[in-house]
């Protein structure tokens, strides 16, 4: 089992900055992909980002690329989202996830462990 704890989450006004942190506890951190969702009341859950074990490789959603950086520390058991120039639509509930599947990484049944979110909202 794995453990997963958001925070970071809060209101922000367009144009903002956030940084979602998510401490992982239970199995060796290392051995996960972690990935960022978010879901918008009345909305599906859809895949923000997500990263490799090592952190070299990392890969985003479109309307978040160049905006939203994701990362993470091995020693810490820490994921990150840092989330730059803000806009309404991104408020949502924000959920990182852990899987040791490889493909299909965008979906969110390849995860197998889930925290209980933060919630992002953004003032215009």
């Known amino acids: 089992q794995v453990q997963l704890l958001e925070s970071g989450g809060g209101l922000v006004q367009a144009g903002g900055s956030l940084r979602l942190s998510c401490a992982a506890s239970?199995?060796?951190?290392?051995?996960?992909?972690m990935g960022w969702f978010r879901q918008a009341p009345g909305k599906e859950r859809e895949f923000v980002a997500h990263?490799?074990?090592?952190?070299?490789?990392?890969y985003y959603a479109d309307s978040v690329k160049g905006r939203f950086t994701i990362s993470r520390d091995n020693a810490k058991n820490t994921v990150y989202l840092q989330m730059g120039s803000l806009k309404p639509e991104d408020t949502a509930v924000y959920y990182c996830?852990?899987?040791?599947?490889?493909?299909?990484?965008?979906?969110?049944?390849?995860?197998?462990?889930w925290g209980q979110g933060t919630q992002v909202t953004v003032s215009s």
């Open positions: 996830a852990a899987t040791t599947a490889q493909f299909r990484l965008t979906t969110t049944s390849a995860y197998d462990y």
């Open positions: 239970g199995r060796t951190f290392s051995n996960y992909y």
């Open positions: 990263i490799s074990k090592s952190g070299g490789r990392t």
